[in-house]
């Protein structure tokens, strides 16, 4: 079960998941996807992916839904919100919604011999780390909005029910910045409203949709002035999923929950991946420095390792090969 499998990233591990064999029910309530993504997945795999229009909060909807598909054996849980802003805006909602969500897909797990899960979690739990690439000992820091604390939260809300005895395996993924769009363009992110992010706002510039790429500060403490992120190829990140399923089914878990950062290792400054995108596409970008943007970690960069050894799993798509596949997105968007 992909909970949030007609989203960005859940789209893109759909894929993958029914290209390794996997047989995949989605559940999503398309609060901030399309219904088409299921064509789309269809159109790539040959294979057509269960699709159950179901809100998460929705318990007795999840509980029929487990009911209907008694061979489900493992979730993966995508179903969120993410707009750090707007989760400044309506705590309530975001505090609800991530965590009444995981909560339902918890309690009904056990009822119907679910036996993992795999949850997206987020480098956004290490703050400003004091030591850099970030390894998945370094210490959780105070979250910087309630979209952060909550996917704190739900780490915390994992590990306590596995501690309580719950019949459970799990695998938190800390993910950092996803970003870049399938290589066919049947899938990628879609846009909702002026983007907050980096490369869709980037492409819809390129495409001429906006005017101007602010870049947020160039006065931060990094060898051109702006931030540095790990910025990681959406179909990389996809695969660390099946093999985490993988690695559930095969009980080869050394501890009943287990995190990994899923990141490529490699700090890339804003400005850095505006000269990689204008390299990969040819398109010359418009952009202007402004000032910081509030709430912005200065520079944050995976240690992998882990990721690498147990997992065996590598992010290895050069940035501007994976631009480029947002770019090839964009275009058949606009
Ligand atoms: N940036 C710009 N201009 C823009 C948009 C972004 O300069 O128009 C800069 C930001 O200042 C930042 C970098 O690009 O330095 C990346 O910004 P994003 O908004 O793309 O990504 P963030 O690292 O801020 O946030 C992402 C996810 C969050 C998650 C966080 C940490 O969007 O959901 O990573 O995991 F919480």
């Given at each position: 079960m992909v909970t949030g499998g007609t989203g960005y990233i859940g789209s893109h591990t759909?894929?993958?998941?029914?290209?390794?064999?996997?047989?995949v029910v989605i559940v999503d309530n398309l609060s901030n996807s399309r219904a088409d993504v299921v064509d789309h997945i269809e159109q790539i795999t040959g294979i057509r992916p269960a699709f159950e229009k179901v809100d998460c909060l929705d318990s007795e909807g999840l509980d029929a839904v487990f009911r209907k598909y008694p061979n489900v054996k493992g979730v993966i849980h995508f179903a969120a919100s993410k707009a750090v802003g707007e989760s400044v805006q309506k705590p309530l909602m975001y505090y609800r919604n991530n965590l009444g969500s995981l909560i339902n897909l918890l309690e009904l797990m056990p009822k119907h011999g679910v036996e993992g899960i795999i949850f997206s979690s987020s480098c956004t739990v290490y703050g400003q780390p004091d030591v850099l690439p970030v390894t998945e000992a370094a210490p959780i820091k105070k979250a910087e909005s309630p979209?952060?604390?909550?996917?704190?939260?739900?780490?915390?809300?994992?590990?306590?029910?596995?501690?309580?005895?719950?019949?459970?395996?799990?695998i938190l993924l800390r993910y950092f910045n996803p970003i870049g769009a399938h290589p066919t363009a049947l899938i990628g992110e879609l846009p909702n409203g002026v983007p907050q992010n980096l490369v869709p706002y980037v492409t819809q510039t390129a495409a001429g949709i906006r005017q101007q790429?602010?870049?947020?500060?160039?006065?931060?403490?990094?060898?051109?002035?702006?931030?540095?992120r790990d910025y990681i190829y959406v179909v990389d990140l996809a695969k660390a999923h099946v093999i985490a399923m993988e690695r559930i089914f095969q009980h080869k878990?050394?501890?009943?929950?287990?995190?990994?950062?899923?990141?490529?290792?490699?700090?890339?400054?804003?400005?850095?991946?505006?000269?990689?995108?204008?390299?990969?596409?040819?398109?010359?970008?418009?952009?202007?420095?402004?000032?910081?943007?509030?709430?912005?970690?200065e520079k944050i960069w995976a240690n992998p390792e882990r990721a690498n050894k147990v997992l065996g799993w590598h992010a290895d798509t050069p940035l501007e090969d994976i631009l480029a596949s947002a770019w090839k997105w964009q275009c058949t968007l606009s």
């Amino acid at each position: 079960m992909v909970t949030g499998g007609t989203g960005y990233i859940g789209s893109h591990t759909v894929v993958e998941l029914q290209q390794s064999g996997y047989e995949v029910v989605i559940v999503d309530n398309l609060s901030n996807s399309r219904a088409d993504v299921v064509d789309h997945i269809e159109q790539i795999t040959g294979i057509r992916p269960a699709f159950e229009k179901v809100d998460c909060l929705d318990s007795e909807g999840l509980d029929a839904v487990f009911r209907k598909y008694p061979n489900v054996k493992g979730v993966i849980h995508f179903a969120a919100s993410k707009a750090v802003g707007e989760s400044v805006q309506k705590p309530l909602m975001y505090y609800r919604n991530n965590l009444g969500s995981l909560i339902n897909l918890l309690e009904l797990m056990p009822k119907h011999g679910v036996e993992g899960i795999i949850f997206s979690s987020s480098c956004t739990v290490y703050g400003q780390p004091d030591v850099l690439p970030v390894t998945e000992a370094a210490p959780i820091k105070k979250a910087e909005s309630p979209y952060g604390n909550t996917k704190q939260v739900n780490e915390e809300i994992i590990q306590d029910f596995v501690a309580s005895g719950a019949p459970i395996n799990a695998i938190l993924l800390r993910y950092f910045n996803p970003i870049g769009a399938h290589p066919t363009a049947l899938i990628g992110e879609l846009p909702n409203g002026v983007p907050q992010n980096l490369v869709p706002y980037v492409t819809q510039t390129a495409a001429g949709i906006r005017q101007q790429l602010s870049v947020f500060g160039n006065d931060y403490d990094t060898p051109d002035g702006s931030c540095i992120r790990d910025y990681i190829y959406v179909v990389d990140l996809a695969k660390a999923h099946v093999i985490a399923m993988e690695r559930i089914f095969q009980h080869k878990q050394e501890k009943q929950v287990e995190v990994f950062n899923v990141g490529t290792g490699h700090g890339v400054s804003v400005l850095e991946l505006v000269n990689a995108f204008e390299r990969a596409t040819g398109v010359k970008l418009n952009y202007r420095i402004v000032g910081r943007r509030a709430g912005d970690i200065e520079k944050i960069w995976a240690n992998p390792e882990r990721a690498n050894k147990v997992l065996g799993w590598h992010a290895d798509t050069p940035l501007e090969d994976i631009l480029a596949s947002a770019w090839k997105w964009q275009c058949t968007l606009s």
